[in-house]
């Protein structure tokens, strides 16, 4: 089956922390995405990765292809950085559907000042 | 970065009319775009994979002919949902690739800010 999990579903913090949001899938993927979802509903890409780590200033994505896990961290957490981060992957048997995105249910962060 | 837009951004009707969404990738060409929806506190669910000149793929329990979509262009493609209930409340968003990004299997998407539909 072709789920992606991701935890926790809620996560709240205070200004400074470091965060980490974990993604875990099932099946074989050709690429793992990291999205941000602001209270508008307004989707933005972060990461694609498909193996090893990437970094965006304070933002990390790391993926392990062999345990089929990926985590996105955030240093020096901000209240702006408040907003719903989505796990999505492009499985590797997509059917003729050209590369579409399966997408967690996202982990809703909220830091405080 | 490459932009994506939707029109409206946000929608209210009543039961029984058709509204119309656009999707337009506003700097670069897509040959693909893919409509999805958002129930809210759920996933993002494929709705339809809409390739230029051709006939969009819809996704099982997805109904072409409530949800009709065409890409006649290389940027833009429109999601009309037909006799709009209650039930089809929900946020519609729209991701496109760029066509240099072969093999589809590896690709980046773009996405758009969502319509939020609404049906009284």
């Known amino acids: 089956k072709n789920e992606v999990e991701q935890s926790p579903q809620n996560l709240t913090a205070q200004e400074g922390e470091f965060i980490t949001i974990n993604c875990s899938y099932s099946v074989g993927i050709s690429a793992l995405h990291w999205l941000q979802q602001h209270p508008g509903g307004g989707i933005v890409s972060l990461f694609m990765l498909s193996s090893g780590k990437k970094k965006h200033g304070r933002l990390i994505a790391t993926i392990n292809i062999q345990e089929k896990h990926s985590s996105l961290h955030i240093t020096a957490s901000h209240p702006r950085d408040s907003a719903v981060y989505i796990c999505?992957?492009?499985?590797?048997?997509?059917?003729?559907?050209?590369?579409?995105?399966?997408f967690g249910k996202g982990t809703k962060l909220s830091v405080k000042p | 970065g490459a932009v994506v837009s939707q029109h409206p951004s946000r929608v209210i009707c009543k039961s029984g009319t058709s509204v119309k969404i656009e999707c337009r990738s506003l700097?670069?060409?897509?040959?693909?775009m893919f409509w999805y929806r958002q129930f809210p506190k759920q996933s993002l669910m494929l709705m339809a994979t809409s390739n230029e000149g051709s006939k969009a793929t819809y996704e099982q329990g997805v109904e072409k002919d409530k949800f009709l979509i065409n890409h006649a262009s290389l940027t833009l493609s429109t999601l009309t949902v037909t006799s709009a209930h209650p039930e089809d409340s929900s946020f519609y968003i729209c991701?496109?690739?760029?066509?240099?990004?072969?093999?589809?299997?590896?690709?980046?998407?773009?996405f758009g800010p969502g319509t939020r539909l609404t049906v009284l």
């Open positions: 700097d670069f060409q897509a040959t693909t």
């Open positions: 999505a992957h492009t499985p590797l048997n997509y059917g003729g559907s050209q590369g579409n995105l399966i």
């Open positions: 991701s496109a690739r760029d066509y240099r990004d072969w093999p589809p299997s590896y690709n980046e998407q773009f």
